[in-house]
């Protein structure tokens, strides 16, 4: 059977025809891209801060009952009676939220060898009544360690603060974009990209000298709030428009 040969130009003539097609594939998006490029012009960053102090209104303390020794059944009936009592005071007042923390029994080693145990259990105690608190403090002394103690801003509070500084920190930062736009000779510019951070407030600890002193006295220890500093901050991209 005879084999059919192509024309010799026939290839010449594909090639003439799809070379340019293909070009054209490739560099479309090139030029789609220098197209993006050319309309982003006049882009300028900006950031804004707003701040308030706001009084913490809520007081957080963590107290343990710690026991030793060599019998832990014994000691885990006497740990666990501890924080009924202590579980049993902080219902008496009102306003005040408890919750027990981890329970913890752990083996002693002296030169390798088992020689004791030591069980442990904490409170942890919330209120926004300090004095009530304070108090309840005072008791429950008696029979725990108090760990940590400290201030916080309520979660309510904290959110219709930052809801207010968010309004003022927009504000502000549309007070400088068109600023920025009035010192460029531009009348009109708009946001290109915008993040509002709003950083959460941790709990601010009383001085460790204070809580050592607490500790000794075995009364009821006096609070003072205080308050801290919530900041909204925003950065952002602008770009000036022609006119």
């Given at each position: 059977?005879?084999?059919?040969?192509?024309?010799?130009?026939?290839?010449?003539i594909?090639?003439?025809v799809?070379l340019p097609?293909?070009?054209a594939?490739?560099?479309?998006?090139?030029?789609a891209g220098?197209?993006?490029?050319v309309?982003h012009?006049?882009?300028?960053?900006?950031?804004a801060?707003?701040?308030a102090?706001v009084?913490?209104?809520?007081?957080?303390?963590?107290?343990?009952?710690?026991?030793?020794?060599?019998?832990?059944?014994?000691l885990?009936?006497?740990?666990n009676?501890?924080?009924?009592?202590?579980?049993g005071?902080?219902?008496?007042?009102s306003g005040?939220t408890?919750?027990?923390l981890?329970y913890q029994?752990?083996p002693v080693?002296?030169?390798q060898?088992?020689?004791?145990?030591r069980?442990r259990?904490?409170?942890r105690?919330?209120?926004r009544?300090?004095?009530?608190?304070?108090?309840?403090?005072?008791?429950?002394?008696?029979r725990?360690?108090?760990g940590?103690?400290?201030y916080r801003?309520s979660a309510?509070?904290r959110?219709?603060?930052e809801e207010?500084?968010i309004?003022?920190?927009i504000?502000?930062?549309q007070q400088?974009?068109e600023?920025?736009?009035k010192q460029m000779?531009?009348?009109?510019?708009?946001?290109?990209?915008m993040?509002?951070n709003?950083?959460?407030?941790?709990?601010?600890?009383m001085?460790?000298?204070?809580?050592a002193a607490?500790?000794?006295?075995?009364s009821?220890p006096?609070?003072?709030?205080?308050a801290?500093?919530v900041?909204?901050?925003?950065n952002?991209?602008?770009?000036?428009?022609?006119?």
């Amino acid at each position: 059977m005879s084999k059919t040969h192509l024309p010799y130009w026939l290839p010449l003539i594909v090639a003439t025809v799809l070379l340019p097609l293909i070009v054209a594939t490739v560099l479309l998006p090139l030029v789609a891209g220098a197209d993006d490029e050319v309309t982003h012009y006049d882009r300028i960053s900006l950031q804004a801060m707003a701040s308030a102090e706001v009084e913490n209104d809520i007081l957080e303390a963590t107290l343990s009952v710690y026991r030793e020794g060599s019998n832990p059944s014994l000691l885990s009936e006497e740990v666990n009676s501890t924080i009924q009592w202590a579980i049993g005071e902080a219902k008496k007042v009102s306003g005040v939220t408890v919750q027990t923390l981890g329970y913890q029994t752990n083996p002693v080693y002296q030169q390798q060898r088992l020689s004791a145990w030591r069980v442990r259990q904490s409170l942890r105690l919330e209120s926004r009544d300090i004095a009530k608190l304070s108090q309840l403090i005072g008791k429950l002394q008696e029979r725990l360690a108090v760990g940590r103690v400290g201030y916080r801003i309520s979660a309510q509070r904290r959110n219709a603060v930052e809801e207010s500084l968010i309004i003022e920190a927009i504000t502000l930062f549309q007070q400088r974009a068109e600023l920025v736009a009035k010192q460029m000779g531009r009348s009109r510019y708009r946001v290109v990209q915008m993040a509002i951070n709003t950083g959460g407030v941790p709990m601010q600890p009383m001085m460790h000298a204070e809580m050592a002193a607490m500790a000794d006295t075995r009364s009821s220890p006096s609070f003072e709030a205080g308050a801290q500093t919530v900041r909204v901050s925003i950065n952002g991209m602008i770009e000036l428009q022609l006119d």
